[in-house]
């Protein structure tokens, strides 16, 4: 399918070599414009159920360009989203995507007290399952935001069942990130003692810096030229990436929301290109879920794909 997803010979995470074709995954964050937050300054929780939702359109969006390129993907739904738009995950599933978590209410991890992670990452993962009738064992925190203070999250991911995680983000940023943390998927040992898989999202080296090439705002403000270039050499570094948007990123003509001028840049600069953009990389590179890249490398069981 990609011209960058032929047969090569990889290791796994545990130095085993072996010979497969490249399996990049690609993840939507299933969450509204007014979810995000680089706007929840401007947009109260209690004015959500207002807002004019424009989720369901933008992922039926979604799904119509991932199937006309064969692509799967996983889905980390808001439990927010699941609650308001049950149909709208069971449509994501019936079309062969993986379901995975993003939380409940799009609180930062930092912000939250243990007791409120663990009892709403546990309802919304329950949601989804009892949505779709199997098993959730992804999860990625709302705006990146297990950090080094936040890694005890990690040991409460465990205890709920999950058995991967693709939060964290080996940059530097004012929001979120671990400069020095691992950069390909790997099993992480908690701050408890206990074992999970970690997708990092996807970065490249340039002289020594670690350049965001995997998604989101990166992938809208960025020279489009830079992320195709940092995707394609790490395919070439015989290593899977891990490529992530929002299903408002593909939507231009939503609500413009006051807001501080940064959060302005972050969230609608190059609105009206994303789309063009997703169906280039869909084109030239080969994706599928993340559950199905972990197990192509040994990290999750077959039991699983």
Known sequence: MGCFGGDVVISSAFGDVLTMSIVNALTVDVEDYFHVSALADSIGRDT????????????HKLLAIFEKFDARATFFVLGWVAEHYPHLVREIAQHGHEIACHGLSHRLVYDQPREEFYEETRRAKQLLEDLTGSAVLGYRAASYSIVRRSLWALDILVDLGFSYDSSIFPVRHDRYGIPDAERWPHRLSTPGGKVIVEWPLSTVQVLGLKIPVSGGGYFR???????????????????????????WEIDPEQPRVSTSWLSRYRHYTNLDKSEHRLQVLLREFRFSTAREGLTQLGLLSDHYA
Not at 48 to 59: F, L
């Open 48 to 59: 959500w159920a207002t807002r004019e939702p424009r989720v369901a359109g933008n992922i």
């Open 221 to 247: 403000i960025l020279p489009f030229w830079l992320t195709r270039w940092g995707l394609k050499s790490i395919n070439r570094e015989e290593r899977p990436f891990i490529f992530y948007l929002h299903p």
